[in-house]
């Protein structure tokens, strides 16, 4: 299956930020996020984490690399979350 990439690039100078690969879940989907433009991929050396979504597409987690923490193997392989994005109509 063929997954939309995408890519940051600065205006001014148009030099590559990181780029994004998406990826389908049974329910949701999420972002594989690379500083490297060829090759997203969690085992690449420029992986930096996900952006993971739930069903409706109105809540938004970003995670380091790392381990999930239900399924770790030692404590300093856990990744962290550094953001979540809520959506809410008023």
Do not use: H, W
Request: charged share 20%.
């Amino acid at each position: 299956m063929i997954y939309p990439r995408y890519s940051l690039i600065t205006t001014n100078t148009s030099q590559f930020v990181l780029s994004a690969k998406r990826l389908n879940l049974i329910g949701s989907c999420y972002y594989m996020i690379s500083l490297n433009e060829d090759e997203i991929v969690r085992q690449s050396k420029g992986y930096i984490g996900k952006l993971r979504s739930n069903n409706q597409g109105t809540e938004y987690n970003l995670f380091g690399p790392g381990e999930n923490p239900d399924k770790r193997v030692a404590e300093d392989l856990t990744r962290n979350q550094y953001a979540a994005i809520c959506y809410v109509n008023y």
